[in-house]
């Protein structure tokens, strides 16, 4: 025979507080972790926004310096572009078209570049907020058991 035999109801009200204590540890075990999930995530969220602005500081510091020096490539390229021109045209005019030649130039980079920071996306850290989302259903689901 089995020496497990189930307790009576007496004995269950004698114990008193004793089907408690298991409750507050698993209140207290539910806190500590939640305590570290949230920490946790925190953490991820800093490394994603870390590895974000590295890598936008980095694109943006590159974009900067290309365009200084492709500013001063330009200055050679259009002084020699009107000294061309005014061979055939007189100065101010050889100027004029050069620079007409400039502003769609410059119309269409700028184009270009709103099109790549669309493309982007938005430096939010999106796994992180997956994960928050994914962890607060668990959650909600465990709580509902």
Do not use: C, H
């Not at 004995?11 to 409750?23: D, S």
């Not at 539910?30 to 991820?44: D, F, N, Y």
């Not at 590895?51 to 492709?70: F, I, M, S, T």
């Not at 999106?126 to 959650?139: F, G, L």
């Amino acid at each position: 025979m089995s020496s497990m035999q189930p307790q009576s109801s007496a004995a269950n009200r004698q114990a008193g507080g004793a089907g408690q204590e298991p409750v507050a540890e698993l209140v207290q075990r539910a806190s500590q972790q939640m305590t570290e999930l949230v920490r946790g995530e925190l953490a991820l969220a800093q490394a994603e926004m870390r590895q974000k602005g590295k890598r936008y500081g980095l694109g943006g510091g590159l974009v900067g310096g290309a365009g200084v020096v492709a500013f001063l490539m330009l200055q050679a390229l259009v002084a020699a572009v009107i000294a061309a021109l005014a061979v055939v045209l007189p100065v101010w005019a050889a100027a004029l078209v050069a620079a007409a030649v400039l502003g769609v130039v410059a119309a269409v980079l700028a184009l270009g570049g709103k099109k790549q920071v669309n493309r982007a996306g938005s430096p939010t850290p999106e796994q992180t907020i997956e994960n928050v989302k994914a962890d607060v259903a668990e959650i909600k689901e465990s709580a509902q058991r």
